[in-house]
């Protein structure tokens, strides 16, 4: 399955966005799905992430409370909603499937798509 995340932007602080991450060669309704994200100089950060049926949800202390994770296995697509977006939250934005919903090192989703940038001003 190929993942490609879109939705990114340039926004100011306290503003919302919502990002999409799309799949196609195959099916996300089998896996669990996260968004990481990755600033300039650091290391990639878990975010959320979504078992296979949407039943349960995981977030990361940074966004717990602003972020929300959502899919729907008919469209093939996962969801995440940013709410009060601050400039902390400027990274480039990444899907990821076929983890454990629980894991949030980024070596243990195997399967990556391309990021969309995110951007949020003061």
């Known amino acids: 399955v190929q993942l490609q995340a879109y939705g990114g932007g340039l926004v100011q602080a306290w503003s919302s966005l919502r990002l999409s991450c799309a799949a196609s060669?195959?099916?996300?309704?089998?896996?669990?799905v996260a968004w990481f994200r990755q600033a300039p100089g650091k290391e990639r950060e878990f975010a959320a992430a979504?078992?296979?049926?949407?039943?349960?949800?995981y977030y990361g202390d940074s966004v717990q409370g602003r972020f929300t994770i959502s899919r729907d296995n008919f469209k093939n697509t996962v969801v995440l909603q940013m709410n009060n977006l601050e400039p902390e939250d400027t990274a480039v934005y990444h899907c990821?499937?076929?983890?454990?919903?629980?894991?949030?090192?980024?070596?243990?989703?195997?399967?990556w798509g391309q990021g969309t940038q995110v951007t949020v001003s003061s």
């Open positions: 990821a499937a076929g983890g454990n919903l629980y894991w949030t090192s980024p070596s243990e989703w195997p399967y």
């Open positions: 060669g195959g099916t996300l309704s089998r896996d669990h």
């Open positions: 979504i078992s296979l049926n949407g039943r349960t949800t």
